[in-house]
């Protein structure tokens, strides 16, 4: 079946501070998506970045930045030059595409709280 | 395009109490699901549509019941509520697996 691990689950940065949010992934299914997700203290969630299993480039978002490696059933995201407002909580999440319903499985979460 | 919507935002409820939570959208996406988010434990899956007229049970389906009778609908039933429903439901909608929409989510307190 398939799992999402995010192991941190609050980290706390001074603003300027790089910052690494961890996600493992388990899957048997040989194509899938890797997504991010923030979660603003207003409760939405805001779709961040979606990885398909056979793209495995890096991607770079202005300050933001995702590790995709398969090798180690990773999709780790990195903020830089982190601001107060990126303090929130992401979600990374999976969906198996060749097995009925696609379902999009969450990790546990991980609190980023930014201080100025 | 007003994406995922779903009503009511906040809801009230004491315990025995019944309710629906209505999700609309208008991606013309086959396939619908109900989320709900507890803290410290992410979102988990609670029924799920495949297309119009089916449903599914999702990880955690025990108290809800579903119904997707139009292909853009999809409501969420709670027949007699009870405390540890308290949560913030999230409905969604999916094409292919690839692309989702997310409600606003509601806000469900039973007392």
């Known amino acids: 079946a398939q799992k999402v691990t995010q192991a941190q689950t609050e980290i706390s940065v001074v603003e300027k501070e790089d910052v690494t949010l961890d996600c493992v992934y388990e899957?048997?299914?040989?194509?899938?998506?890797l997504f991010w997700y923030k979660q603003p203290p207003s409760g939405e969630l805001v779709f961040l970045i979606r990885r398909n299993s056979f793209d495995e480039q890096n991607e770079i978002s202005g300050r933001y930045s995702w590790n995709f490696q398969k090798s180690t059933s990773s999709f780790n995201f990195t903020i830089t030059a982190s601001q107060v407002v990126d303090s929130a909580v992401y979600f990374c999440a999976l969906s198996e595409a060749s097995r009925g319903a696609q379902k999009l499985v969450f990790g546990q979460g991980t609190r980023l709280t930014i201080n100025p | 395009n007003a994406g995922v919507t779903q009503t009511p935002k906040f809801r009230v409820l004491k315990t025995g109490q019944s309710m629906t939570l209505l999700c609309a959208q208008d991606?013309?996406?086959?396939?619908m699901y109900w989320y709900r988010q507890d803290p410290g434990m992410g979102l988990r899956l609670i029924h799920y549509?495949?297309?119009?007229?089916t449903t599914a049970k999702g990880e955690v389906p025990d108290g809800y019941n579903v119904s997707r009778l139009k292909k853009q609908n999809f409501l969420l039933g709670l027949e007699s509520a009870a405390p540890s429903q308290t949560s913030v439901y999230f409905c969604?909608?999916?094409?292919?697996?690839?692309?989702w929409g997310f409600g606003p989510g509601t806000r469900l307190t039973v007392t």
């Open positions: 899957t048997r299914d040989t194509t899938y998506y």
């Open positions: 969604a909608s999916s094409y292919e697996g690839a692309k």
């Open positions: 549509s495949v297309g119009e007229g």
């Open positions: 991606m013309n996406h086959e396939y």
